[in-house]
């Protein structure tokens, strides 16, 4: 996709989203729901073309210079960025809906102005680490070590990994061990075994794992462990707790600035924007079929209850 005018034409603005989910419709239609509140009809005045990875990030460079063949006027880049992906797209617009640490990434200069060709919305999930510890103990006080699931390719995985850590031991759990998939083949492979001396999980965030999430989730719950994860999708299927930014609710935010870019706004000028709606969802459901009792308070605190 490239700035042009939302006013219906013959030649209608093209904005092609690509991303790694085999299941990330919650995320991506967001940004076509968000294009027709602001008065953009497909095949009229906007072209709306898809690529998925499927859960290949390998794919990303491939994807994008496919994309940047076309008439392209922005690339929505829905479930992975790096600096391949950046070399492939040349100098179109690039757009991240969920991204974390961008800044740290290299991917901007600010957030206030990122610089380039590169804009978007952060998920914070890094921040969130810690706050998702705090609601699993709170939930079962009897917790004494936990495991986390980490992709070690995954960019930014330490950091988030060493948060979470901070914040177990600052509850007295001690270290955090580790169970770790790079691919979703690996994560077919893992075993509740590559849990064994935890008596929790934190499940850190990352897109294999986001595609995959019904294989993290039947993982995870083949331990029979309570169990936090990074996004509601994961308690929507099947998983016990979740808390952290809303991802449908970053790429319908999403949506202004593509047409923002489609006007001619310049990436370089749109300050990446933090998320501001958090879910805290609790799968009751699941709770009873591990065994596991959530006390009311903590439902309480739940922004919703899956019973």
């Known amino acids: 996709m490239v700035g042009r005018s939302a006013s219906p034409r013959e030649d209608p603005a093209r904005w092609h989203p690509f991303g790694s989910g085999r299941r ?23 072209i709306l073309e898809f690529r998925l990875a499927r859960g290949n990030l390998s794919l990303g460079p491939q994807l994008a210079a496919e994309l940047a063949a076309l008439p392209v006027d922005v690339i929505v880049a829905g479930g992975f960025l790096d600096a391949t992906v950046v070399a492939a797209s040349g100098r179109i617009p690039i757009l991240f809906p969920s991204m974390m640490n961008p800044v ?11 610089g380039g060709n590169i ?3 952060t ?13 699993l103990r709170a939930a079962f006080p009897h917790i004494t070590a936990v495991a986390a699931l980490v992709n ?10 060493e948060q979470t850590e901070i914040a177990a031991q600052s509850l007295g759990l001690g270290s955090v061990g580790r169970a770790e998939a790079e691919s979703a083949g690996a994560l077919r492979e893992l075993r509740p075994a590559a849990f064994s001396g935890a008596s929790a999980v934190v499940v850190v965030t990352d897109g294999v794992f986001y595609s995959d999430r019904r294989d993290v989730v ?35 935010r999403a949506a202004d600035y593509v047409d923002r870019i489609l006007k001619g706004a310049n990436p370089a000028d749109l300050p990446i924007q933090e998320p ?29 209850v899956i019973e």
Do not use: C, Q, W
């Open 24 to 46: 990330e419709g919650a995320g991506v239609r967001g940004i076509p729901t968000g294009l027709r509140d602001l008065g953009y009809v497909e095949g009229r005045n906007i």
């Open 104 to 114: 740290e990434r290299g991917f901007a200069s600010s957030l206030a102005r990122p």
């Open 119 to 121: 804009t978007g919305f």
């Open 123 to 135: 998920l914070m999930h890094t921040e969130l680490n810690a706050k998702r510890l705090e609601l």
């Open 152 to 161: 070690p390719s995954a960019p930014g995985h330490k950091l988030a990994f």
């Open 218 to 252: 039947a993982l995870v719950n083949a331990t029979r462990l309570p169990a936090i994860y990074p996004e509601r999708e994961y308690a929507d299927d099947g998983g016990l707790m979740s808390y952290g930014a809303s991802v449908p609710d970053n790429f319908r």
């Open 276 to 304: 501001v709606k958090f879910d805290f969802v609790v799968n009751l459901k699941t709770a009873k079929a591990l065994g596991l009792t959530i006390p009311p308070s903590i439902l309480a605190r739940a922004d919703e």
